[in-house]
C-alpha cells in the first residue's frame, strides 16, 4: 500500500518531466539549434536521474520502516555466519533486553530465550510477531 502511494507521488514528478523532455526534444530539433536542445536536455536527464534516486531511496526507506530490510554493521551479519542466533543478534543490535522483546511481541520471555539458545526452534506466528517487533525481516531471524 505504501509503496504504490509512493509510486502514485512519483508519478505525479516524473510524468511530467518526461512529457517536458519529449516536448523539447521535438521544439528544439524543429528550430534546428542543437547546442540548447543539448544543453536541455542534460538538465531534464540530471533532473530525472535525481528524481529516480530519490524514489529509490523512499522506497527503501519506507521498506526498512516496515522491516523489509535490515541494515545492520558487518560486525553483527558475521555474528550470525560465525553461527551465533540471528534472533540474538538483531534483539541486541535493536538495544532490546529479552523481556522487552516479549512485551513488545507478546511473545514469552522463557520462550525467546529457548530459541536464542537454539533449544526450541519456534512457529511461522511466533518469527512474525518477533520480525514485526524487531522491525526486521522474518527470513533473517529463522536463520
Given amino acids: 500500500m505504501e509503496q504504490a502511494r509512493i509510486l502514485d507521488d512519483a508519478a505525479v514528478v516524473f510524468d511530467p518531466l518526461t512529457d517536458a523532455y519529449n516536448d523539447l526534444r521535438a521544439a528544439v530539433r524543429t528550430e534546428a539549434n542543437a547546442a540548447q536542445f ?6 531534464i536527464e540530471d533532473i530525472e536521474d535525481e528524481m529516480a534516486a ?9 521498506d526498512m520502516k516496515a522491516g523489509r530490510h ?7 551479519w558475521q555474528r550470525i555466519r560465525g553461527g551465533e542466533s540471528p534472533l540474538r543478534v538483531v534483539r541486541e543490535f535493536r538495544g532490546l533486553t529479552q ?5 513488545a511481541s507478546g511473545i514469552a520471555r522463557p520462550e525467546i530465550s529457548a ?3 537454539g533449544k526450541r526452534r519456534g512457529t511461522v506466528d511466533t518469527f512474525k ?15
Fill in 38 to 43: 543539448a544543453a536541455m536536455a542534460e538538465a
Fill in 54 to 62: 530519490l524514489i529509490a531511496y523512499t522506497r527503501y526507506q519506507a
Fill in 70 to 76: 535490515l541494515a545492520m554493521p558487518r560486525e553483527q
Fill in 99 to 103: 523481556a522487552e522483546l516479549a512485551e
Fill in 115 to 117: 530459541m536464542e539458545g
Fill in 129 to 143: 510477531a518477533l520480525a514485526a517487533a524487531l522491525q526486521a525481516p522474518m527470513d533473517v531471524l529463522v536463520g
